[in-house]
């Protein structure tokens, strides 16, 4: 009779673990079904809140001007005000002085890429030469790059049109994001002190230890990513000019944009200036290569951790997944949330870790 029992408890976990194995591939079918539709979804989502997000990256920078506006004038409404309006003032002013240049030479460029295409494309031939021993359609030569790139691209033959789409999509967030940035400033203050004496209140002290090292670590970010693009514009236009090197407004934009994007970013932003160069002469390509390392090493190492903390404690393989599930489903805004949302996640596992065992 015992050992009946026993021989009924083994069926029974037997049939238990078959039964879990069963549902478990179930609901990795359904997830795999139900995937398009989540994607879409998120992406839905992700449009719905864009304006908030940007409006409250923004409140983040202004911040610390408002505490130090209120200073002199005792009243919060009043002082956002005045540093909303100077600092749209500074950014009208910024491209009153830029646009003119930069279209200049985004003008000058065009004019002159069939000539840049040409030598790019005798060069490329050239270093082609060098690998006479692979068969012709393996060679990377100008002609097999090509198709490679339009087999890869073919999607975006209407890019012009898809850009001019987007801006249309997007034009109200300049009506949008001014707005919903002053009202964060306004109550910023007042949301945060009143979340804070509220958690205090209902003695939920790890949530609210969360939610503050949550809202240090974004704050430290964007608010250093934006100073650190800024000091990336200055200094690579200084030295490009310093190098005679054309365009030099327009290739240190890129490298400041690109600067955002966490480990891949410094290199794709340094290929356009680099390949251009290359163009011009080998030793103007080093010295705008040398130069450009030179800065994204000051950058890294000194500019970066004095401004603040911009970069993600992760690991390099986890960072660039997170890059690259982002990219995919977000396009450019994915690279550029991608590290955001990963020091949200890691934060998060930090004080809600499902797989971490409670002591008693």
Same mark, same amino acid.
């Given at each position: @009779?015992?050992?009946?029992?026993?021989?009924?408890? @083994?069926?029974?976990?037997?049939?238990?673990?078959?039964?879990?194995?069963?549902?478990?591939?179930?609901?990795?079918?359904?997830?795999?079904?139900?995937?398009?539709?989540?994607?879409?979804?998120?992406?839905?989502?992700?449009? =719905?809140?864009?304006?908030?997000?940007?409006?409250?990256?923004?409140?983040?920078?202004?911040?610390?001007?408002?505490?130090?506006?209120?200073?002199?004038?005792?009243?919060?409404?009043?002082?956002?005000?005045?540093?909303?309006?100077?600092?749209?003032?500074?950014?009208?002013? @910024?491209?009153?002085?830029?646009?003119?240049?930069?279209?200049?030479?985004?003008?000058?460029?065009?004019?002159?890429?069939?000539?840049?295409?040409?030598?790019?494309?005798? $060069?490329?031939?050239?270093?082609?030469?060098?690998?006479?021993?692979?068969?012709?359609?393996?060679?990377?030569?100008?002609?097999?790059?090509?198709?490679? =790139?339009?087999?890869?691209?073919?999607?975006?033959?209407?890019?012009?049109?898809?850009?001019?789409?987007?801006?249309?999509?997007?034009?109200?967030?300049?009506?949008?994001?001014? @707005?919903?940035?002053?009202?964060?400033?306004?109550?910023?203050?007042?949301?945060?002190?009143?979340?804070?004496?509220?958690?205090?209140?209902?003695?939920?002290?790890?949530?609210?230890?969360?939610?503050?090292?949550?809202?240090?670590?974004?704050?430290?970010?964007?608010?250093?990513?934006?100073?650190?693009?800024?000091?990336?514009?200055?200094?690579?236009?200084?030295?490009? $000019?310093?190098?005679?090197?054309?365009?030099?407004?327009?290739?240190?934009?890129?490298?400041?944009?690109?600067?955002?994007?966490?480990?891949?970013?410094?290199?794709?932003?340094?290929?356009?200036?680099?390949?251009?160069?290359?163009?011009?002469?080998?030793?103007?390509?080093?010295?705008?290569? =040398?130069?450009?390392?030179?800065?994204?090493?000051?950058?890294?190492?000194?500019?970066?951790?004095?401004?603040?903390?911009?970069?993600?404690?992760?690991?390099?393989?986890?960072?660039?997944?997170?890059?690259?599930?982002?990219?995919?489903?977000?396009?450019?805004?994915?690279?550029?949330?991608?590290?955001?949302?990963?020091?949200? =996640?890691?934060?998060?596992?930090?004080?809600?870790?499902?797989?971490?065992?409670?002591?008693?």
């Amino acid at each position: @009779m015992i050992l009946l029992k026993k021989g009924e408890t @083994m069926i029974n976990e037997s049939i238990k673990k078959l039964i879990f194995i069963l549902l478990l591939i179930l609901l990795l079918y359904l997830t795999y079904l139900a995937l398009p539709f989540a994607i879409l979804l998120l992406k839905f989502i992700f449009k =719905l809140i864009l304006p908030f997000i940007f409006s409250f990256g923004v409140a983040f920078i202004l911040q610390p001007v408002v505490a130090f506006t209120m200073r002199f004038v005792k009243r919060r409404g009043i002082a956002v005000l005045l540093v909303v309006t100077a600092f749209l003032g500074l950014i009208a002013l @910024m491209v009153y002085l830029i646009t003119p240049h930069l279209v200049r030479e985004v003008r000058v460029l065009l004019s002159r890429l069939p000539e840049i295409l040409k030598e790019i494309e005798e $060069m490329i031939d050239r270093f082609a030469e060098r690998f006479d021993f692979l068969p012709v359609d393996w060679r990377p030569t100008f002609q097999n790059i090509n198709l490679f =790139l339009e087999e890869r691209l073919k999607n975006f033959t209407n890019l012009p049109n898809l850009i001019l789409d987007k801006f249309i999509a997007y034009s109200g967030l300049i009506v949008v994001i001014p @707005m919903t940035t002053i009202y964060f400033l306004i109550d910023y203050e007042r949301i945060l002190c009143g979340f804070r004496n509220y958690l205090v209140a209902k003695n939920k002290l790890h949530l609210k230890n969360y939610l503050g090292e949550l809202h240090q670590t974004l704050a430290s970010y964007v608010r250093g990513a934006f100073l650190v693009m800024v000091i990336l514009i200055i200094v690579c236009t200084l030295i490009f $000019m310093f190098l005679n090197l054309d365009f030099a407004l327009f290739f240190a934009i890129i490298i400041a944009v690109t600067n955002v994007i966490p480990y891949l970013g410094p290199y794709l932003g340094a290929v356009f200036p680099v390949l251009y160069a290359l163009i011009i002469s080998p030793s103007k390509a080093l010295a705008v290569g =040398l130069a450009i390392f030179l800065v994204q090493q000051v950058e890294s190492n000194f500019l970066s951790p004095y401004i603040s903390s911009k970069r993600i404690k992760v690991h390099p393989l986890i960072g660039i997944f997170f890059l690259l599930l982002f990219g995919n489903l977000f396009g450019l805004l994915g690279l550029l949330f991608a590290t955001p949302t990963l020091a949200i =996640l890691r934060i998060t596992l930090k004080y809600y870790n499902p797989f971490r065992k409670k002591t008693v």
